[in-house]
């Protein structure tokens, strides 16, 4: 069964600082993965995705992630933090049945 | 290009009441999955509908149902409303066609449910 894993709940950095916020999943094949970024009360943002192909995917904002097939990892990585990335960020694995982290809640300082 | 819509957006319910749900996709996306969103168990997948058959199902009991029709629009129905279906509902369309790869959803803005 598909599963993915967000072990940080809640996260806090400086703005400017740099983020990474991690995502183990779970999955018999080769996975297709997500990352979402949910202001409250809103919908999900697609951050970026992996099906295949290059390991290191970039998406919108700044951000990056690295499909690492040997720790079974996806981690969202920013070089800067800003002020407006304040949000919960969920990481998700499949297709049009997704299973979804329980997500991480990042808090940037000022 | 307009993005996935549901409506409405906020729903104040009795337990023992039905509710409905309305979403439609992006336009030319065929398929449209439902998610539940709660505090406590996070999101989770309720099912999805490609040319108006259900595709994937999740753990839901029976009381959560859907539909799909020729243009893509979906509406998910919950029978019997129990406090606990309180939730976000979001959904979600994509492009994918059977047996092809390489899709991403894109999610709607979500009818806020409260069972009082």
């Known amino acids: 069964a598909q599963s993915v894993t967000q072990p940080d709940i809640h996260i806090t950095v400086s703005e400017g600082a740099s983020l990474e916020l991690r995502c183990n999943y779970s999955?018999?094949?080769?996975?297709?993965l997500f990352w979402y970024v949910q202001s409250p009360g809103q919908g999900l943002q697609l951050l970026l995705k992996?099906?295949?192909?290059?390991?290191l995917v970039q998406g919108i904002k700044g951000f990056e992630a690295e499909f690492k097939r040997s720790q079974s990892s996806f981690n969202l990585r920013k070089p800067s933090v800003h002020w407006s990335d304040a949000a919960e960020y969920f990481c998700?694995?499949?297709?049009?049945?997704?299973?979804f982290g329980a997500g991480t809640r990042l808090t940037v300082k000022p | 290009k307009a993005g996935v819509t549901q409506t409405p957006r906020y729903l104040i319910k009795t337990r023992g009441q039905q509710v409905t749900l309305s979403c439609s996709p992006i336009?030319?996306?065929?398929?449209v999955s439902w998610y539940q969103q709660t505090p406590g168990q996070g999101l989770q997948f309720l099912f999805e509908?490609?040319?108006?058959?259900?595709?994937n199902k999740g753990n839901f009991p029976g009381r959560f149902s859907g539909r799909q029709f020729s243009n893509s629009r979906s509406e998910m129905n919950v029978s019997t409303l129990e406090l606990g279906d309180s939730a976000l509902y979001l959904c979600?369309?994509?492009?994918?066609?059977?047996?092809?790869?390489?899709?991403?959803?894109?999610f709607g803005q979500g009818t806020r449910l409260t069972v009082v």
């Open positions: 979600a369309s994509s492009r994918r066609d059977r047996g092809s790869k390489g899709t991403e959803a894109f």
């Open positions: 999955y018999g094949a080769t996975p297709y």
């Open positions: 992996y099906f295949s192909g290059d390991t």
């Open positions: 998700a694995v499949g297709a049009n049945d997704m299973r």
């Open positions: 336009s030319g996306h065929r398929s």
């Open positions: 509908y490609f040319s108006e058959t259900q595709r």
